[in-house]
């Protein structure tokens, strides 16, 4: 019922930059850790960097060095800072809050495309 809503997902060149945004009005995202996952077509859906509560980040080796995940709690949204795009970072990506172990939301996705 509560779903997170995905901005910024867009057709881009190779080297090129996006920043995907993520937002909601239903639940305090501070009190969540945040995620962003990516499905590239044929493929699992993958984690591609979280931020916890407490600010601490991880990231997937294949965007390490590349993609930065960051929060505004005041603003109630996070946001993946993608850059030097790659044609293998195409995917739908997913935003994600957990709350704990059994409770956690998804967002409807977003489109990036990396072509030329």
């Known amino acids: 019922q509560v779903q997170l809503v995905e901005s910024g997902g867009a057709l881009v060149q190779p080297g090129g930059s996006l920043r995907l945004s993520c937002a909601n009005s239903?639940?305090?995202?501070?009190?969540?850790?945040m995620g962003w996952y990516r499905q590239a077509p044929g493929k699992q859906r993958e984690l591609v960097a979280l931020?916890?509560?407490?600010?601490?980040?991880n990231y997937a080796d294949a965007v390490k060095g590349r993609f930065t995940i960051s929060r505004d709690n005041a603003k109630n949204t996070v946001y993946l800072q993608m850059d030097s795009l790659k044609f293998e970072d195409t995917a739908v990506y997913f935003c994600?809050?957990?709350?704990?172990?059994?409770?956690?939301?998804w967002g409807q996705g977003t489109q990036v495309t990396v072509s030329s």
């Open positions: 994600y809050a957990r709350f704990n172990t059994v409770l956690a939301y």
């Open positions: 239903e639940i305090t995202f501070s009190l969540y850790d």
């Open positions: 931020i916890t509560k407490d600010m601490n980040t």
